[in-house]
C-alpha cells in the first residue's frame, strides 16, 4: 500500500463526524496526561493523609496554580520500579526509573495543546519490562518500565465541540491514552503487569503521529476511532509515516452510566487492524477485544476483560482477565487480577496473578507493593511457576 496525504484528510473527516469523545476535555483515559494532572482518582474529592510535597515548595506549586487558573498546567514527576523474582535466570532482578514533563495548555476556549515528555531508563541490566523476555519467556511484569531514554510521546492538538458531542486530537499521540481503557489500566498508579493494562492481544503502537476522535452517539452511548503510525519512534518522532504508509487503525463502540464518567463505568467493544511491514518482520493482524468495568458505591471496581487476534503479533493471541479494584477515599488503592492468555508461538496456556495496594501519603507521592505469580510462562514453560515481587513510587512537583 503506498500511502497517501489524501489518506490522512479522509481519516480526519471520518473521524471527526463520527469517533471518539468521551469527555469535554477529549479523549483521556487514567494513564493520560489530562488524567494526571488531577489529583486523586477523579472519583471523589480526595481525602488525603498529608499535603506532602507541596507542603514542602508552598512558592512553586502556588506559582504552578496560577499558571494553571490561566490555563496552563503542567507537572513534572518520577517514578521508580524495582522488582525481584526467583527466575532461574542471568537477571532475577530488574530496576529503572522514568522522569516525565507533561501538562495542558488551554489555548482557546475549546482547543488545547498538550505535551508529554519522557526519559525512562533502566538502574540494572535488564529494565522491569523486559524482565520476562530475559528468561526467554513471554510476559511482561513491568510495563512501562523500559530503558528506551528520551522520548516525546505526547504532543498533540485537541478540539472539542462547545457542548463536548465530539473530540478530535491530531499530532503525536499515545493510542493506550484512549484504547480500550477502564479504571485500573494505567501503569503509572495500578496494575503493573501488561495483561492487565491495554489488552495484551491488541498490537498497539508506540506513541507517534496519528489522528483520534470520538463523538457521543446518545448520552450514554460513544464511538472513538483512531488512525496511527505502526512504526512509531517517540525516541526520533518524526513524519516517516508518508513515506511507508504502514497504519494502526482502531474502532471502539461503548455504553457508559453518563459521560463524565467513560472510563469508570464501562462496557466497550474494540476493533483493530495493524498493517504488514516486512522490514519489522511483521505479519498484518486484526482482531478484537471486549471489556466490562463498573464501579459500585465509587469503590469496587470488578471487571472482565477479552482479546482475540488472528495472528498473535501483539504479546498474545488470546486473553481473558479478571479481577476486582478497590478505591479508597485517601486515594489509596487495591487490586487483584487474574488472567489466561495462549501465544502466537506457543500451545499452551499460561496464567498470571497480580495483587497490589497503592498507598497514597498524598497525591503527590505514592508506594505500590505488589506481588505477580506467572505459572507456564509462555514459550519457556520449564520455568515453572515464576513470581515476582515489586515495589513502585511516584513523587510528582
Same mark, same amino acid.
Given at each position: 500500500?503506498?500511502?497517501?496525504?489524501?489518506?490522512?484528510?479522509?481519516?480526519?473527516?471520518?473521524?471527526?463526524?463520527?469517533?471518539?469523545?468521551?469527555?469535554?476535555?477529549?479523549?483521556?483515559?487514567?494513564?493520560?496526561?489530562?488524567?494526571?494532572?488531577?489529583?486523586?482518582?477523579?472519583?471523589?474529592?480526595?481525602?488525603?493523609?498529608?499535603?506532602?510535597?507541596?507542603?514542602?515548595?508552598?512558592?512553586?506549586?502556588?506559582? /504552578?496554580?496560577?499558571?494553571?487558573?490561566?490555563?496552563?498546567?503542567?507537572?513534572?514527576?518520577? #517514578?521508580?520500579?524495582?522488582?525481584?523474582?526467583?527466575?532461574?535466570?542471568?537477571?532475577?532482578?530488574?530496576?529503572?526509573?522514568?522522569?516525565?514533563?507533561?501538562?495542558?495548555?488551554?489555548?482557546?476556549?475549546?482547543?488545547?495543546?498538550?505535551?508529554?515528555?519522557?526519559?525512562?531508563?533502566?538502574?540494572?541490566?535488564?529494565?522491569?519490562?523486559?524482565?520476562?523476555?530475559?528468561?526467554?519467556?513471554?510476559?511482561?511484569?513491568?510495563?512501562?518500565?523500559?530503558?528506551?531514554?528520551?522520548?516525546?510521546?505526547?504532543?498533540?492538538?485537541?478540539?472539542?465541540?462547545?457542548?463536548?458531542?465530539?473530540?478530535?486530537?491530531?499530532?503525536?499521540?499515545?493510542?493506550?491514552?484512549?484504547?480500550?481503557?477502564?479504571?485500573?489500566?494505567?501503569?503509572?498508579?495500578?496494575?503493573?503487569?501488561?495483561?492487565?493494562?491495554?489488552?495484551?492481544?491488541?498490537?498497539?503502537?508506540?506513541?507517534?503521529?496519528?489522528?483520534?476522535?470520538?463523538?457521543?452517539?446518545?448520552?450514554?452511548?460513544?464511538?472513538?476511532?483512531?488512525?496511527?503510525?505502526?512504526?512509531?519512534?517517540?525516541?526520533?518522532?518524526?513524519?516517516?509515516?508518508?513515506?511507508?504508509? /504502514?497504519?494502526?487503525?482502531?474502532?471502539?463502540?461503548?455504553?457508559?452510566?453518563?459521560?463524565?464518567?467513560?472510563?469508570?463505568?464501562?462496557?466497550?467493544?474494540?476493533?483493530?487492524?495493524?498493517?504488514?511491514?516486512?522490514?519489522?518482520?511483521?505479519?498484518?493482524?486484526?482482531?478484537?477485544?471486549?471489556?466490562?468495568?463498573?464501579?459500585?458505591?465509587?469503590?469496587?471496581?470488578?471487571?472482565?476483560?477479552?482479546?482475540?487476534?488472528?495472528?498473535?503479533?501483539?504479546?498474545?493471541?488470546?486473553?481473558?482477565?479478571?479481577?476486582?479494584?478497590?478505591?479508597?477515599?485517601?486515594?489509596?488503592?487495591?487490586?487483584?487480577?487474574?488472567?489466561?492468555?495462549?501465544?502466537?508461538?506457543?500451545?499452551?496456556?499460561?496464567?498470571?496473578?497480580?495483587?497490589?495496594?497503592?498507598?497514597?501519603?498524598?497525591?503527590?507521592?505514592?508506594?505500590?507493593?505488589?506481588?505477580?505469580?506467572?505459572?507456564?510462562?509462555?514459550?519457556?514453560?520449564?520455568?515453572?511457576?515464576?513470581?515476582? #515481587?515489586?515495589?513502585?513510587?511516584?513523587?510528582?512537583?
Amino acid at each position: 500500500m503506498t500511502f497517501k496525504p489524501v489518506c490522512l484528510i479522509t481519516a480526519m473527516a471520518f473521524l471527526t463526524a463520527g469517533a471518539l469523545s468521551a469527555q469535554e476535555r477529549g479523549l483521556s483515559g487514567p494513564s493520560s496526561v489530562a488524567a494526571e494532572l488531577e489529583p486523586g482518582d477523579g472519583l471523589t474529592d480526595p481525602q488525603l493523609r498529608s499535603d506532602f510535597p507541596r507542603n514542602v515548595a508552598p512558592g512553586w506549586f502556588a506559582w /504552578k496554580d496560577g499558571l494553571a487558573e490561566n490555563g496552563f498546567k503542567f507537572n513534572f514527576d518520577y #517514578l521508580a520500579l524495582s522488582q525481584w523474582s526467583d527466575l532461574n535466570a542471568t537477571e532475577d532482578h530488574a530496576a529503572g526509573g522514568m522522569f516525565r514533563f507533561y501538562g495542558n495548555w488551554a489555548a482557546t476556549e475549546n482547543g488545547s495543546l498538550t505535551f508529554k515528555l519522557e526519559h525512562r531508563h533502566a538502574y540494572t541490566d535488564v529494565a522491569p519490562q523486559n524482565l520476562g523476555f530475559a528468561a526467554k519467556a513471554t510476559f511482561m511484569p513491568g510495563t512501562a518500565f523500559n530503558d528506551n531514554g528520551t522520548l516525546l510521546t505526547n504532543l498533540f492538538w485537541t478540539q472539542r465541540a462547545p457542548k463536548g458531542g465530539w473530540s478530535f486530537q491530531a499530532g503525536q499521540i499515545d493510542v493506550t491514552d484512549f484504547l480500550d481503557i477502564y479504571g485500573a489500566v494505567s501503569p503509572y498508579s495500578a496494575f503493573q503487569n501488561l495483561s492487565f493494562n491495554t489488552n495484551p492481544t491488541i498490537n498497539a503502537p508506540n506513541p507517534g503521529l496519528g489522528l483520534a476522535g470520538g463523538v457521543w452517539l446518545g448520552d450514554t452511548v460513544y464511538a472513538v476511532g483512531s488512525v496511527a503510525d505502526a512504526n512509531a519512534a517517540p525516541s526520533d518522532p518524526g513524519f516517516d509515516v508518508f513515506d511507508h504508509g /504502514k497504519l494502526f487503525k482502531s474502532l471502539e463502540l461503548g455504553v457508559t452510566s453518563a459521560r463524565d464518567r467513560i472510563y469508570f463505568d464501562n462496557v466497550h467493544l474494540t476493533l483493530w487492524h495493524i498493517d504488514a511491514d516486512a522490514s519489522k518482520n511483521r505479519a498484518e493482524d486484526y482482531g478484537a477485544s471486549f471489556s466490562a468495568a463498573w464501579f459500585v458505591n465509587n469503590t469496587w471496581l470488578p471487571f472482565l476483560r477479552a482479546g482475540v487476534a488472528d495472528q498473535g503479533t501483539g504479546l498474545y493471541k488470546r486473553s481473558l482477565s479478571t479481577g476486582l479494584a478497590y478505591y479508597g477515599r485517601n486515594t489509596d488503592a487495591a487490586g487483584v487480577g487474574l488472567n489466561w492468555a495462549e501465544s502466537a508461538t506457543s500451545t499452551q496456556a499460561q496464567f498470571t496473578a497480580e495483587l497490589f495496594y497503592r498507598f497514597s501519603l498524598s497525591s503527590g507521592f505514592q508506594i505500590t507493593p505488589s506481588i505477580q505469580v506467572i505459572d507456564n510462562p509462555l514459550d519457556n514453560p520449564g520455568l515453572g511457576t515464576v513470581t515476582v #515481587l515489586g515495589l513502585r513510587t511516584r513523587l510528582v512537583f
